[in-house]
């Protein structure tokens, strides 16, 4: 087992690894076999302060040094990482039940995510704006806002701590992240021990390890960080954005979904199956981009359904450290038992199981119903699991109808032998993303990711990530003299 699971089971704090001082231990379990990979004495209100503290002290010399020499920081990341791909990779196998699938494409979207940092440190661009008055000169520059504030999920724990974690530093700012306590180490203290190995200044990153039963908001409460970036449930979102609005923050959330891939009549079905079942099924579909519901026109619905079933069949369930394993286990025993409820009440509603999935332990095997009544709330829902939903249609209308019942809008996908058709079906689509003849789940650097609805508020990437994490300063200057009323 990995030396990081010892060797990183502290808080990043100012620079050095300290011990939490709260009064009982976060208990870091591998999820397909129970082992216990770490202990770690949590993080109290003292340490995230001293952590918000720290970041406010390092942040003014960060963003006063030069971009071409912060960006160095990054590059430096990068190599680490690709030294240590394989160590990482375990430990995304370990923590998470990621398969090897899943971990080489969390690393490739990491590593691609770094890359793109480096240019993040040169982004911003100033503008000089005419005026009305005589002589003056307006200036607006774009400069970090300060501090921000990130809370990573379990699903892509390292990816998604790098994903606001890089931008914003290479931006200027400082950050203190709280990882998932599911994911300590892959979303927290590891990417912490990056940044130190590649030269970041202490306290420009720090790392809390902690639960909101020590700390309650005080996270996202405390007066530093002027931005928070969430990444999680609609649930917990709608509270962080809540309590950012109250103290005056800026909140960029990226939520859950409920992602319809549909497959129109003129499609090419095996295609369409290969990426329904990917869109589904990808990292045990604990993915806010997976396809929930996959709609099918009903006149291929026969052929669709019998290969779509077909290939689940063959989807090996089990040991994520097998590379030949598919479908790995849920995060913890919780998730396990509200998917087998989900299956139960959709049967219970009157669906049929083609495929009727089973959990021992956290391993949860493929379910695939069809049939589920269209008032059930299971379609308003997101499924977090690989349980798919097969929903006929009688043409686009009606497909864009259910595509869009949905409190979500994330993602989604149209398979057609008509691209610019495809174009025009997502065009009615209200989601921030959506994808024609491809899978559900993607996510470039460059390009805008977030949803519309409970899916989010905000954008990440590209041009947007620096409107997430800078703000904008107009300094006028006046040549000449002003003239004044009185």
């Not at 430096?76 to 995304?92: C, D, F, K, P, Y």
């Not at 890359?115 to 400069?143: C, F, H, M, T």
């Not at 940044?195 to 309650?216: Q, R, S």
């Not at 129109?264 to 329904?276: H, K, N, P, Q, T």
Request: aromatic fraction near 8%; charge should be negative.
């Amino acid at each position: 087992m990995s030396s990081y699971f010892t060797d990183l089971a502290q808080q990043y704090i100012d620079g050095e690894w300290r011990p939490g001082t709260g009064s009982w231990d976060i208990i870091d379990f591998n999820p397909y076999d129970g082992e216990k990979l770490a202990s770690i004495t949590i993080a109290t209100v003292d340490e995230v302060d001293d952590a918000y503290r720290a970041a406010e002290r390092a942040q003014k010399a960060w963003a006063a040094t030069n971009p071409y020499a912060r960006r160095t920081v990054f590059e430096r990341a990068l190599r680490i990482i690709e030294e240590r791909e394989a160590e990482i990779v375990e430990v995304i196998i370990a923590e998470l039940g990621g398969t090897h699938t899943k971990a080489g494409f969390e690393l490739h979207l990491a590593k691609e995510f770094l890359r793109e940092s480096v240019q993040w440190a040169l982004r911003p661009e100033g503008k000089i704006i005419p005026s009305p008055v005589d002589g003056k000169e307006n200036r607006v520059y774009k400069v970090p806002v300060g501090v921000i504030g990130v809370i990573s999920p379990f699903n892509f724990p390292f990816l998604l701590s790098i994903k606001s974690v890089a931008p914003a530093l290479a931006l200027g700012n400082a950050v203190v992240l709280k990882p998932h306590q599911n994911t300590p180490i892959a979303g927290g203290s590891l990417v912490a021990k990056v940044f130190e190995e590649a030269g970041l200044p202490g306290g420009l990153l720090n790392v809390v390890i902690t639960d909101i039963a020590e700390i309650g908001d005080a996270f996202i409460e405390h007066p530093v960080p002027k931005v928070i970036s969430f990444t999680g449930s609609d649930k917990v979102g709608r509270h962080v954005a809540t309590v950012c609005a109250a103290n005056f923050k800026r909140s960029i959330l990226e939520l859950g979904g409920n992602s319809a891939l549909v497959v129109l009549e003129d499609a090419d079905i095996d295609y369409a199956v290969d990426a329904a079942v990917f869109s589904r099924y990808v990292h045990q579909g604990q993915v806010c981009m997976a396809a929930n519901r996959i709609l099918v026109d009903r006149s291929i619905e026969a052929e669709f359904t019998e290969k779509f079933v077909a290939k689940v069949k063959t989807l090996k369930v089990g040991d994520p450290s097998d590379p030949t394993t598919v479908i790995g286990p849920v995060i913890n025993s919780s998730q396990a038992d509200a998917l087998t409820s989900v299956v139960d009440q959709a049967i219970a509603e009157g669906a049929t199981a083609l495929v009727h999935g089973t959990a021992t332990d956290n391993l949860v095997s493929p379910s695939v119903l069809t049939g589920l009544p269209a008032e059930s709330a299971l379609f308003q829902q997101e499924i977090f699991g690989p349980i798919a939903i097969l929903v006929p249609f009688d043409g686009e209308e009606e497909a864009v109808r259910i595509a869009n019942d949905t409190p979500y809008g994330l993602s989604g996908a149209v398979h057609t032998a008509d691209v610019e058709r495809g174009v025009a079906f997502a065009k009615q689509i209200d989601t921030g993303m959506f994808h024609v003849n491809d899978g559900t789940v993607h996510d470039e650097p460059i390009v805008a990711f977030g949803g519309e609805k409970n899916s989010g508020i905000g954008r990440l990437n590209g041009d947007s990530v620096v409107d997430a994490f800078t703000t904008q300063k107009w300094i006028s200057v006046q040549h000449g003299r002003s003239y004044f009323p009185f």
